[in-house]
């Protein structure tokens, strides 16, 4: 089993940058592949980024592509997303999750352990 927190949501003005951090506990997590997903109420739950277990891999999808970056630290169990050029459009509840699989998804379906969420509100 593999927990995860996130944490480092709030509300920020558009433009601004935010850092999430998620922090797993459990079995070896830097074995699993890592992800961001974002959900606003009424949607189904979209990928944000997503990296391998040793960095060497990274996806994202172009509506956030050059603004957000993840990353992480194996020594800390932490996956990072670095949040830029906020946007209100980028509003939602944020989740990160995990998997022991060699490249990441981008689909819900690809992971197996999720966090509780942190939200994120970008005002105009």
């Known amino acids: 089993q593999v927990q995860l927190v996130e944490s480092g949501g709030g509300l920020v003005q558009a433009g601004g940058s935010l850092r999430l951090s998620c922090e797993a506990s459990g079995r070896t997590f830097s074995a699993y592949a890592g992800a961001w997903f974002r959900q606003v109420p009424g949607k189904a739950r979209e990928f944000v980024a997503g990296i391998s277990w040793n960095s060497g891999i990274t996806a994202y999808p172009v509506s956030v592509k050059g603004r957000f970056t993840i990353s992480r630290d194996n020594a800390k169990n932490t996956v990072y997303l670095q949040m830029n050029s906020l946007k209100p459009e980028d509003t939602a509840d944020y989740y990160c999750?995990?998997?022991?699989?060699?490249?990441?998804?981008?689909?819900?379906?690809?992971?197996?352990?999720w966090g509780q969420g942190t939200q994120v509100t970008v005002s105009s």
């Open positions: 999750a995990a998997d022991r699989r060699s490249r990441p998804g981008s689909s819900v379906d690809d992971y197996t352990y």
